[in-house]
């Protein structure tokens, strides 16, 4: 869960690079996506993103949108959950294989 001493602006997330709790870059803080009717972010929006992560997914010039809940900290960077850096396990795994 996410805490702060002193409430923050959301927008202070902006442009804040994003990593995985291994180190993993995923990308940077474009914009938010939020509830409105219950006043919270519900997610990041990243344009700047980490290429071998999500080729398979993602077009050229497209970004991600990564769910809220896997925030686990906030500061100089925001740190997420390592579930993110499984999406390049599947291929791997195959690439091991052959």
Excluded: C
Excluded at 44 to 72: C, D, K
Excluded at 75 to 81: Q, S, W
Aim: charged share 30%; glycine share 8%; net charge negative.
């Amino acid at each position: 869960m996410v805490t702060e001493s002193e409430p923050r602006e959301i927008t202070a997330l902006i442009d804040h690079d994003v990593y995985s709790a291994s180190g993993t870059f995923i990308g940077r803080v474009d914009d938010l996506k939020l509830d409105l009717d219950a006043e919270i972010v519900t997610g990041l929006a990243l344009g700047e993103i980490n290429r071998a992560l999500f080729e398979e997914y993602v077009s050229e010039g497209q970004g991600v949108v990564v769910p809220y809940r896997w925030v686990r900290s906030v500061g100089d960077v925001v740190i997420v959950n390592d579930t993110i850096d499984r999406l390049k396990q599947p291929s791997d795994q195959t690439e091991a294989a052959e």
